[in-house]
């Protein structure tokens, strides 16, 4: 793909083989997308695009810079520094962002594509054939995220490393930051540790609980089992480092550990060796009253340990405290149920919403959604809130919660889940919402999957999310795959996990597996997850089960049976597994 040349006066069909489309093909494709819905209400990427497209038939593009789109489109003073401010930029994010939606769902047919390449601001053209063959890349389309300085592109190994970095500089920052006054204790023959400041935890936090980590001690038994342990919690950290939690790193010692005041948890933990076994002990300590809510032990051989990925590998297990579905959100939903609506924050809804994802019933989900509305009134410019605004919604859809005459149902999460981009397209719940409304809008999910797949490769969540859209459109492999390492990496995995496997095993004529996974879906008031249960168990030959979830589900949703040709159409799922469903319910049917 080139920048497009004047060809205005050519208004003659190109030639077979051409290799670009001529500027009257080209405008007319810009007017097709700025009256799309994904572009109606956005007015600055219209103008963007609407700018570019025009510099570049007139001979402009390759001179297009920063500082003149900044005060062309976007009114900047002219002494704009487009070094520093990174308004284009972001702006060019977005762009990209909404160009793949489209052509994700109302373009995907359209004869021509027009993209702004990363890290450049010309438009490029080319044609589209039907097979799909020139459609634009992820790589190309989605460009670099908000946060983002460099317009350069750059490998998710790259974008995993700096994050790593990251981490062990704010570890840094934390550390120097929150260092107090040593204070000597005589009585006991050493300095006491250095804790951080309480004032410092509460006010950096903000809505996060804080979790204080310390230095798993060496218990002996072994050599270099110091080194060892700083490196367990090395990794740790570097798990920890997310927008869920805020963490606090300390060389205090699990024995001798003291809860600085102002965390909310402290992490502890030890290593010692026995008979060339290495035994690393995990506890979790709630710093408000000094329950222990968690612990765990890992016998590991020495020798195994060596290896940088079997490190990381027990650091996941134990960072997994953090995870959703962990200790610690089982303790701070306990907090958020106490609370009246009132008192919610973004981060009290986002419980809420995982409540939800736990147990998957219209009140759960309505409880949530309110959150969410009143979270995007008090902090509109939340990418969290409206990217939950907008999954939620989405399930009203999906899960028929909501009235079936409604028209444009999708429109509402669509612009939420857009305005959730715009905002912070670095953020997971965004990404997976555009990926959501994608998916149930019948348009192409995958380049959005592929990006949060490269970005989080590593979250449970996400992998269990958009697993569950790979199953049911026939990717069945890579869907299970997915959908399995989820629930390996997720302390207790919610019913939708194992609802997906149970599918997945289906699809493959695994009857036993999918029945073993379906008994594991542990939501009675779901009426899907009674839907599975009923098929895979009559498949499976246990027609007691598949009776009682039939009957539950009937309990649940009278409807259901005569609803199922269109709940599978909402979900895509693709022929072979919709007829083993069906199959499946018409056999529990017989049961009666």
């Known amino acids: 793909m080139v920048p497009i040349p004047d060809t205005t006066h050519n208004v003659s069909p190109p030639l077979a083989g051409s290799p670009e489309p001529s ?60 070094q520093s401010d990174p308004l284009v930029r972001v702006e060019a994010g977005r762009l990209r962002r909404r160009l793949t939606e489209y052509y994700a ?29 020139t459609q634009p890349s992820a790589a190309v389309l989605l460009g670099p995220m908000p946060a983002e300085v460099s317009d350069e592109p750059e490998s998710a190994r790259n974008r995993r490393l700096w994050r790593r970095v990251r981490a062990v500089l704010v570890v840094a920052v934390l550390l120097a930051g929150f260092t107090v006054v040593v204070l000597q204790q005589f009585d006991v023959g050493r300095v006491a540790p250095e804790l951080p400041a309480p004032r410092a935890i509460a006010v950096k936090a903000g809505a996060k609980p804080p979790i204080v980590v310390t230095t798993f001690e060496d218990f002996g038994g072994g050599a270099d089992l110091t080194e060892l342990g700083a490196t367990i919690t ?94 610690i959100f089982d303790a701070e939903l306990e907090r958020v149920r106490a609370l009246s609506a009132d008192a919610l924050t973004t981060r009290d809804c986002e419980l809420k919403y995982y409540d939800y994802r736990r147990v998957l019933t219209a009140a759960r989900r309505s409880e949530a959604l309110a959150c969410f509305e009143l979270a ?33 149902p999708l429109d509402r999460p669509r612009e939420a889940a857009r305005k959730a981009m715009d905002i912070d397209g670095d953020n997971l719940h965004a990404n997976l919402a555009l990926a959501n409304v994608q998916f149930f809008s019948g348009a192409d999910f995958r380049e959005v999957a592929e990006r949060v797949l490269r970005t989080w490769p590593e979250n449970g969540e996400s992998q269990a999310f958009l697993g569950a859209m790979f199953i049911v459109t026939g990717e069945t492999a890579r869907g299970r795959a997915l959908v399995e390492r989820a629930i390996e990496s997720t302390p207790k995995p919610p019913s939708g996990y194992h609802a997906s496997g149970a599918v997945a095993a289906l699809r493959e004529e695994r009857f036993d597996d999918a029945l073993a996974a379906a008994l594991r879906i542990d939501s009675p008031d779901w009426a899907l997850g009674q839907l599975v249960l009923a098929a895979t168990a009559a498949l499976a030959g246990r027609t007691d089960l598949a009776a009682r979830a039939r009957s539950r589900m009937l309990e649940l949703d009278p409807n259901v049976e005569k609803s199922l040709p269109e709940v599978l159409r909402r979900w895509r799922v693709e022929p072979v597994l919709a007829e083993q469903l069906q199959r499946g319910l018409a056999a529990a049917a017989d049961q009666k």
Request: with cysteine.
């Open 23 to 82: 500027a009257v093909e080209v405008r007319a494709e810009l007017e097709r997308i700025l009256a799309s819905r994904c572009f109606e209400q956005a007015t600055r990427s219209s103008n963007f695009l609407r700018f570019v497209v025009e510099q570049t038939l007139a001979g402009q593009g390759e001179r297009l810079k920063g500082y003149t789109i900044a005060i062309e489109v976007f009114g900047r003073p002219p002494d704009f520094d487009a």
């Open 234 to 327: 090395e990794e740790i950290l570097l798990l920890l480092d997310g927008p869920d939690i805020f963490v606090v790193a300390t060389e205090v010692g699990g024995a001798s550990s003291q809860t600085p005041a102002g965390a909310a948890y402290l992490l502890t933990g030890s290593v010692r060796e026995t008979g060339g076994v290495v035994r690393i002990t995990a506890r979790l300590v709630r710093a408000d009253t000094g329950t222990q809510i968690w612990s765990a032990a890992f016998d590991e051989p020495r020798d195994a340990l060596r290896a940088p990925a079997d490190q990381r590998r027990v650091a996941r297990r134990i960072a997994a405290v953090a995870e959703p579905y962990g200790p």
């Open 376 to 408: 995007t009134v008090r902090e509109p410019e939340s990418a969290e809130a409206w990217a939950g605004l907008s999954l939620l919604v989405t399930d009203r859809f999906g899960y028929a919660y909501a009235d079936p005459a409604e028209a444009a």
């Open 105 to 133: 769902d109302e373009g995907r047919d359209d004869p021509v594509r027009i993209e702004l390449p990363r890290g450049r601001y010309f438009a490029a053209c080319s044609y589209h054939s039907r097979d799909g063959a």
